[in-house]
């Protein structure tokens, strides 16, 4: 089985099922042997879902509508850097954070 469960909208973005309702969210511009390769873990609740960042964003972890948004969220951190509060509202990310 490929590990690569879905190559996302988000060309550089890869998810990797590790769980009923959660997948390891990874940046395939990174190479897999760096530790900045893994950028979040995502799991799935019944009413939302939780990223819980590994890497790039200094918030605590965030809830979003669907998989689709919190990857929208993650996409934001590591191309623009930019975290999205937990209904999807941007804030910049500053060192006082």
Known sequence: MNP???QTDH????TTSVGDASWRVSDA????????HV???????EED????????????PGRFRDLDS??????DVI???????GLSE?????ESD
Do not use: Q, Y
């Open 79 to 85: 191309t623009t850097g930019e975290v999205r509060d």
């Open 11 to 14: 060309g550089h973005l890869e």
């Open 29 to 36: 511009s990174v190479p897999e042997e760096d530790s900045l």
């Open 49 to 60: 879902v939780e990223v819980v960042w590994l890497r790039g964003a200094v918030a605590a």
């Open 39 to 45: 950028v979040a873990f995502v799991e799935a609740h």
């Open 4 to 6: 690569v469960d879905r």
């Open 70 to 75: 919190a990857l929208d969220a993650i996409d």
């Open 90 to 94: 941007v804030r910049a990310i500053t």
